[in-house]
């Protein structure tokens, strides 16, 4: 009796070490998920930043989508993002830096997320990680509302890295990209 209690404290032991916490690490631009796996997306990290402009169709102050399903000409936003890290070298217009800079049409500065504020969670349903950037910018001189970002990286083993592409920013001033890379495949 006093082996099978022992075997089965060992047995919960070792299912709790299996089931681990996934763990999201900034500074070494890593996430763990739950079944062990860990992603390293720190190759993608830069000094400076991923540059890039995106045209989109501004539907009112509040949501930006990409350029389908809408009428009206479509404005360009510019923008500067980095993984893990703040872009270094900003465009003037930003007074501080942040991990996504968005330069708007009307050439103001937005900081769509702090470094401080991030996390890594696995993507829903397929292989990969996205990266959460929380606590931007105020927005619409809003004290409670902040922009924010996720940028999902979505696996694909023929390339080291295509993209980012901006796809929208939806409810609560959050922007979603995506950027295609082997380093978030299994
Ligand atoms: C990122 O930039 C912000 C705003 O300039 C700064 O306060 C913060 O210390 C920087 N953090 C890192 C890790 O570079
Ligand atoms: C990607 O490539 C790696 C190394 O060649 C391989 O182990 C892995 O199974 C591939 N993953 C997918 C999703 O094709």
Redesign the pocket.
């Known amino acids: 009796m006093a082996t099978l209690t022992g075997l089965t404290v060992l047995v919960a032991l070792l299912g709790c070490a299996l089931s681990a916490m996934p763990i999201s690490d900034i500074t070494r631009c890593q996430y763990t998920g739950a079944d062990g796996h860990m992603y390293d997306l720190s190759p993608l990290r830069m000094k400076g930043s991923h540059y890039f402009s995106a045209p989109a169709y501004e539907i009112d102050s509040y949501n930006i989508y990409s350029p389908k399903g809408s009428e009206s000409d479509p404005l360009m936003y510019q923008y500067y993002l980095n993984v893990c890290d703040n872009v270094t070298k900003g465009p003037d217009a930003c007074k501080e830096t942040a991990p996504i800079l968005r330069i708007n049409p009307d050439k103001t500065c937005t900081a769509l997320g702090n470094i401080n504020a991030a996390i890594f969670d696995a993507n829903p349903g397929a292989?990969g990680v996205y990266l959460s950037y929380y606590h931007g910018d105020p927005s619409g001189g809003s004290r409670v509302f902040h922009y924010q970002s996720s940028v999902f990286f979505v696996?694909d083993?023929s390339t080291e890295m295509t993209g980012p592409t901006f796809e929208h920013q939806s409810n609560c001033f959050h922007s979603h990209f995506r950027i295609l890379t082997?380093h978030a495949?299994?």
Do not use: A, G, M
Request: charged letters at 50%; a positive charge.
């Open positions: 292989d696996c083993n082997k495949c299994k």
